[in-house]
């Protein structure tokens, strides 16, 4: 087994041959940072109550973006690259008039759930921000269709323009507008909002050649919501699976809780970045090997990836574990120092998220994505049913442990997987009946005496 430093460099050759390596690890790099900075900055300036209430809100705009990346996003980057130059204009027509449309429609929807008070169960108390998060949740749901628009067409240099003036913009929007006025919730979700429209904008000027056709409108709507519905209801079992425990403690144990468990979230998150850069090379390599050498080969590499990717954790996780009550007062302020034994739980759920990300990556490679699906409903379960109890004996506790317990049980199962998957198969030798050789034909009889030479 090679020497990590060996793993790591070998990793980043992979990478470096990578066509699209440059433009898609800079844009993951631009999000992450840029999101991980921006929540710095609003629990700084809005509170724990603050950012819980931006959270919850925000959570809100990425269900229905999940939902939409279902319907249309995924089936876009799969079949949108295997268009003919001719049909390309009109398939990409219809698309753009499904993001706009959907969006749209979500937004309205998002807005009559939070005006009447029911949205998330969370009361009357998110009316106030409906109209503001009904606005940035089309804005923000027609950029991020734009961003995967541009990677389906390879203009990757494009996508990076849109999420530059997207991410980084609202964090320079917010970070401008905190020497003049003071922040609060609803300034926070429009600066999202506004930065987001601007990125959108961009996107409608950069289109290129759309055509409408309505034989290829028909034809692509039926094949969309074919490729996307399943998704689009595993996408609501994912997000049940995740975020259960946290709209759970929103409703019962008040916006603050939410903040405070956000803000932790948002530390341990920055391996989200890593993560997703290194699943960029992952996952071909781990099809080519498989390809090449069978579940021997597959079984190495996994063993190589599980080394690199759990030693680097490892390492940060120790590091941020061992003193959390410097890392929350150097991103937070001394305030939050009190709250360390929360940053070590997350770090603890972080890890086990490590071995998650990496079985997924086996688990497609072997297209036994079926466990992947099964992780999820069974998380979600187990979330619900612990939910209540939970949260009443153990409050905020209760919350995390739980969120912990769910990943437990999604890993436990992708381990299942992994092992049903790729375990030694022994293969039964056929036997022919045997037939009374006065009654059989020559033929049979031959037949018979090689099944029982095999």
């Known amino acids: 087994m090679m020497p990590m430093k060996k793993q790591?460099?070998?990793?980043?050759?992979?990478?470096?041959?990578?066509?699209?390596?440059?433009?898609?690890?800079?844009?993951?790099?631009?999000?992450?940072?840029?999101?991980?900075?921006?929540?710095?900055?609003?629990?700084?300036?809005?509170?724990?109550?603050?950012?819980?209430?931006?959270?919850?809100?925000?959570?809100?705009?990425?269900?229905?973006?999940?939902?939409?990346?279902?319907?249309?996003?995924?089936?876009?980057?799969?079949?949108?690259?295997?268009?003919?130059?001719?049909?390309?204009?009109?398939?990409?027509?219809?698309?753009?008039?499904?993001?706009?449309?959907?969006?749209?429609?979500?937004?309205?929807?998002?807005?009559?759930?939070?005006?009447?008070?029911?949205?998330?169960?969370?009361?009357?108390?998110?009316?106030?921000?409906?109209?503001?998060?009904a606005g940035a949740s089309f804005t923000f749901l027609l950029q991020n269709?734009?961003?995967?628009?541009?990677?389906?067409?390879?203009?990757?240099?494009?996508?990076?323009?849109?999420?530059?003036?997207?991410?980084?913009g609202q964090l320079l929007a917010l970070l401008g507008l905190t020497r003049w006025i003071e922040i609060d919730v609803t300034l926070a979700?429009?600066?999202?909002?506004?930065?987001?429209?601007?990125?959108?904008?961009?996107?409608?000027?950069?289109?290129?050649?759309?055509?409408?056709?309505?034989?290829?409108?028909?034809?692509?709507s039926r094949r969309h919501w074919h490729f996307g519905k399943w998704l689009a209801g595993s996408a609501l079992i994912r997000w049940l699976a995740y975020d259960t425990f946290t709209l759970g403690a929103g409703e019962k144990l008040g916006a603050s809780t939410v903040g405070l468990m956000k803000s932790v979230q948002n530390i341990t998150n920055m391996f989200q970045s890593l993560y997703a850069g290194i699943d960029g090379i992952a996952t071909p390599t781990a099809a080519r090997r498989y390809h090449e050498g069978g579940r021997s080969a597959l079984v190495a590499y996994g063993q190589q990836l599980t080394l690199c990717v759990v030693s680097i954790t490892a390492v940060f996780l120790v590091v941020m574990v061992a003193t959390p009550g410097f890392w929350l007062s150097l991103f937070y302020g001394s305030p939050s120092a009190g709250h360390g034994a929360i940053l070590r739980w997350f770090g603890v759920i972080q890890f086990l998220m490590t071995f998650i990300y990496i079985g997924h990556?086996?688990?497609?490679?072997?297209?036994?994505?079926?466990?992947?699906?099964?992780?999820?409903?069974?998380?979600?379960v187990i979330n619900l049913v612990a939910l209540s109890p939970l949260?009443?004996?153990?409050?905020?506790?209760?919350?995390?442990?739980?969120?912990?317990?769910?990943?437990?049980?999604?890993?436990?199962?992708?381990?299942?997987?992994?092992?049903?998957?790729?375990?030694?198969?022994?293969?039964?030798?056929?036997?022919?009946?045997?037939?009374?050789?006065?009654?059989?034909?020559?033929?049979?009889?031959?037949a018979d005496e090689v099944c029982q030479n095999v």
């Not at 390879?154 to 990076?160: E, K």
């Not at 429209?197 to 950069?206: E, K, P, T, W, Y």
């Open 189 to 220: 979700l429009a600066t999202a909002g506004v930065t987001s429209g601007l990125a959108a904008m961009l996107g409608l000027l950069l289109i290129g050649e759309v055509r409408w056709d309505r034989a290829i409108f028909a034809a692509t």
């Open 145 to 168: 269709f734009f961003r995967f628009y541009f990677f389906a067409n390879s203009r990757l240099a494009l996508a990076v323009l849109c999420d530059a003036v997207s991410y980084p």
């Open 391 to 446: 949260l009443r004996w153990w409050g905020l506790g209760g919350a995390v442990i739980g969120t912990a317990l769910g990943r437990a049980v999604m890993l436990v199962v992708i381990g299942f997987g992994l092992w049903q998957s790729l375990r030694p198969r022994s293969v039964a030798t056929p036997r022919a009946p045997r037939v009374a050789k006065s009654d059989a034909s020559p033929v049979i009889e031959e």
């Open 8 to 133: 790591v460099e070998s990793l980043i050759r992979q990478l470096r041959v990578q066509g699209k390596f440059s433009w898609t690890l800079v844009d993951q790099a631009m999000v992450s940072g840029s999101n991980f900075a921006y929540g710095l900055v609003l629990t700084r300036y809005l509170g724990l109550d603050g950012f819980g209430r931006f959270s919850l809100a925000w959570m809100a705009v990425i269900f229905v973006c999940t939902i939409l990346d279902a319907l249309i996003v995924l089936p876009m980057l799969s079949i949108g690259p295997r268009q003919s130059v001719d049909e390309q204009a009109g398939y990409y027509g219809t698309v753009i008039i499904h993001a706009l449309v959907c969006s749209g429609l979500s937004s309205c929807l998002l807005f009559a759930l939070m005006w009447a008070g029911t949205a998330f169960s969370f009361g009357a108390s998110f009316r106030s921000l409906a109209v503001v998060v």
């Open 361 to 380: 990556t086996l688990l497609r490679t072997l297209e036994a994505t079926r466990f992947l699906f099964v992780s999820y409903v069974a998380a979600a």
